[in-house]
């Protein structure tokens, strides 16, 4: 029988996951599947809520073939009535989530003067009000129970305008106020509410810059640690801010960027 030393315990005690239920938006790819692995891997059961059914079905299998808790649940988040089914759904699978983590994006960036009303109506639809309706459907009852996680993926365009920053940009920063809106609303009852800020990060989501090596090769070259980010990078902080590790952090935003907001 293999006894737990001190340290181990220890270290359980701060990051463990075990009996916490997690919903991954967009945990199908990129960062968001990065982050729904890393939460499983550490003991919470996972609802992967993503469109493409081939992707969601991967990952869950995935994470139950290394022995973890995780289902699927389709959702498009583009409408009210999709994220309002979708946060029903995802919890009839374990119950109600103690981490919700808002992944899902789009990413639709034309240049300013062509920025369409549909191009920003669909922009703020995902990025932003989708985030906000399941952190009213959650958040109360994460208060009520005294322990809750809400966490968001924001960006760069967050917080400096390149690359035709557009409705994307203004969709981050206004997620990221969400963050610290929802922080000061839910934080005195145990509810932690923080967004990470990625860098450059090699994802579908980023797919056309990915495909210039001469941009890319510029981005890493902004880093500190001199390479671009990848979705893996993640894991760390998504498993810190989603347990007891992170309770005296709230409404920040933590870059993940390798020095990128820094250089």
């Known amino acids: 029988m293999t006894s737990t030393t001190p340290q181990q ?5 701060l990051f463990s996951l075990d009996g916490r239920v997690a919903m991954v938006t967009g945990g199908s790819s990129g960062i968001g599947r990065a982050v729904a692995g890393a939460l499983a891997r550490a003991g919470a059961s996972v ?5 493409g059914e081939e992707q969601r079905t991967a990952v869950v299998e995935e994470l139950t073939a290394d022995g ?26 374990f119950g109600e989530p103690d981490i919700l983590v808002n992944s899902a994006g789009i990413n ?19 990025n932003l009000e989708a985030p906000f309706l399941l952190g009213q459907r959650f958040g109360p009852g994460m208060a009520e129970r005294g322990f809750g996680r809400i966490i968001h993926i924001s960006s760069q365009q967050a917080h400096r305008a390149f690359v035709s920053s557009g409705a994307y940009g203004v969709s981050k920063g206004a997620l990221e106020s969400l963050a610290r809106s929802q922080a000061e609303a839910w934080s005195p009852y145990g509810v932690t509410c923080n967004t990470l800020v990625p860098g450059f990060v090699m994802t ?4 056309r810059l990915s495909a210039d090596p001469e941009k890319v090769a510029a981005l890493a070259a902004r880093t500190l640690t001199g390479r671009n980010g990848l979705a893996r990078d993640f894991a760390g902080a998504a498993v810190f801010l989603a347990s007891r590790a992170s309770a005296y952090v709230t409404g920040q935003s933590i870059h993940v960027d390798g020095g990128f907001s820094v250089h």
């Open 9 to 13: 315990g220890y270290l359980t005690d």
């Open 47 to 51: 609802v992967v809520v993503a469109r």
């Open 68 to 93: 973890c808790r995780a289902a699927g649940v389709a959702g498009d988040l583009g409408s009210r009535a999709g994220v309002r089914a979708a946060a029903e759904a995802a919890a009839e699978v």
């Open 108 to 126: 639709l960036r034309p240049p300013m003067d062509e920025l369409t009303e549909d191009v920003w109506d669909a922009t703020m639809a995902v």
């Open 204 to 207: 579908p989501l980023n797919a």
